[in-house]
């Protein structure tokens, strides 16, 4: 018989002080409680990965069939099934013990593959030159906002922990992997003079949590920038007829709020490096 695979707990790679609610509450429960059976099913993290963006096709699909409130409700639903296989496919990593950079750059393709296929399905129901323009500027935002935001979290993360060094890509990994390892991680390299000073500090524990707490505030107003608040906006928008709304609220409302959320993060910094 096989040995147990471990199972992570809930706050293994993610502090509840910074963990949007609808993924505390909703989407990582859901995948936690969806976690055993594919484990006993035998899906890899890949698997799972390439489940979700065939559930956030459906998705894209059902919200180009126009705006009856069935194919308004299917695409809301699959987006949330998407999003659950999202948070799934690392629960299994983690659990097999088989995380990689093929892992994550394929995690991350699927995601962003989700949102271009659902914006491309708005765009041709929209039917214009101007909501193109728009889908193409939206995805454009949505790409930087997603990165900063995962640069963010973590590094967060990784300074709660007491890790002061980022993570760097492994040697052994082809070349198209190394650079994608090299690129994500690459926000999380952010402000050394902080870095120093934290590592420099006789009581590193009790500096770390003047961070940690102080730092939630600008990674809380970073919940904005979660795929959450996407799906839901969609569906709003797609509901009132006009995907601009939600390509506005992508490039305004959202590019503020990542900016906002930046500049208060790195003033948290300099005032303790200070």
């Keep these: 018989m096989n040995a147990a695979l471990p199972m992570p707990t809930p706050c293994d790679v993610r502090d509840p002080r910074i963990e949007a609610p609808s993924n505390r509450w909703l989407i990582h429960p859901l995948g936690r409680m969806l976690l055993p059976l594919a484990l006993r099913a035998g899906l890899s993290a890949n698997c799972v990965s390439i489940f979700g963006l065939l559930l956030g096709a459906a998705a894209a ?125 690459a926000p999380d390299r952010g402000p050394r003079p902080f870095e120093n000073r934290l590592a420099a500090a006789t009581d590193r524990a009790a500096m770390i949590a003047l961070y940690t707490e102080a730092a939630t505030g600008p990674m809380r107003l970073m919940w904005s920038q979660t ?35 930046m500049i208060w993060h790195r003033g948290i910094e300099r005032a303790l490096t200070k």
């Design 227 to 261: 795929a959450n608040v996407r799906v839901f906006a969609i569906f709003v928008a797609a509901s009132l007829g006009d995907p601009r709304l939600f390509w506005w609220f992508e490039i305004v409302p959202l590019s503020l709020a990542a900016a906002a959320a």
């Design 61 to 185: 699909l059902a919200y180009g069939m126009g705006r009856s409130s069935a194919a308004l409700l299917a695409g809301l639903a699959l987006s949330i099934g998407w999003l659950i296989m999202d948070g799934l496919d690392g629960m299994v990593a983690r659990a097999r013990g088989t995380q990689s950079a093929a892992g994550r750059l394929l995690d991350g393709l699927c995601d962003h593959g989700v949102f271009v296929m659902i914006y491309v399905a708005l765009a041709l129901r929209l039917g214009t030159g101007e909501g193109w323009m728009l889908a193409i500027a939206a995805g454009a935002a949505h790409a930087i906002q997603s990165n900063l935001y995962e640069g963010e979290r973590a590094r967060f993360h990784r300074r709660a922990a007491g890790r002061l060094d980022p993570p760097s890509p492994a040697s052994g990994e082809s070349r198209i992997l190394r650079l994608y390892d090299r690129l994500s991680t």
